[in-house]
T-cell receptor, first 111, second 115 residues
């Protein structure tokens, strides 16, 4: 079993839709949770970063962490064609040297 | 200014050759990484260096050898290239221990094709 599981999709939504992306994990020691966005033929870029449980909001993006269920989510409101990319979740635990990635979910937002 | 840079961006070579990929970061981070991303987009860590010291060495063939001449550079040398080495290789850096954040910053990737 992989440390981090993520549905690869692909996910296709109309412009303006709310998108929900999810990851589950098995290691309860994870404390740092991240979402990366990767455009085609580019490196991943950090989108959101959360420590431990709770919600974090940044513009149209909301990250949620439920440590009791070992489940994290990324919500995108009012999705735009420019949001079309692969979204990777990642997590780590102290001392934070090693990051475990999900396989990524491919998202397409149709104008 | 590019935060994490890699050279070359594309590398096409034949089986059996030896090649190197270079990485540099100007973020002042003390930890650097090499990842391999396969055709299914799975990102798997290969190595990590903290202050020039190897701290993570995943199950990677010993044909792969990282070298960190200083904190800002981490190179990857690959001997006797095989078809299965074809992938995108990403360098990344992060600020490590000490209670600071742990986000990683990735380079643009090196697309390696072995023929």
């Amino acid at each position: 079993q992989k440390e981090v599981e993520q549905d690869p999709g692909p996910l296709s939504v109309p412009e303006g839709a709310i998108v929900s992306l999810n990851c589950t994990y098995s290691n309860s020691a994870f404390q740092y949770f991240m979402w990366y966005r990767q455009y085609s033929r580019k490196g991943p870029e950090l989108l959101m970063y959360t420590y431990s449980s709770g919600n974090k909001e940044d513009g149209r993006f909301t990250a949620q962490v439920d440590k009791s269920s070992k489940y994290i989510s990324l919500f995108i409101r009012d999705s735009q064609p420019s949001d079309s990319a692969t979204y990777l979740c990642a997590m780590s635990f102290p001392p934070g040297n090693q990051f475990y990635f999900g396989t990524g979910t491919s998202l397409t937002v149709i104008p | 200014d590019t935060a994490v840079s890699q050279t070359p961006k594309y590398l096409v070579t034949q089986m059996g050759n030896d090649k190197s990929i270079k990485c540099e970061q100007n973020l002042g981070h003390d930890t650097m990484y090499w990842y391999k991303q396969d055709s299914k987009k799975f990102l798997k860590i290969m190595f990590s260096y903290n202050n020039k010291e190897l701290i993570i060495n995943e199950t990677v063939p010993n044909r792969f050898s990282p070298k960190s001449p200083d904190k800002a550079h981490l190179n990857l040398h690959i001997n006797s290239l095989e078809l299965g080495d074809s992938a995108v290789y990403f360098c990344a850096s992060s600020q490590g221990s000490g209670g600071v954040t742990y986000e990683q910053y990735f380079g643009p990737g090196t697309r390696l094709t072995v023929t």
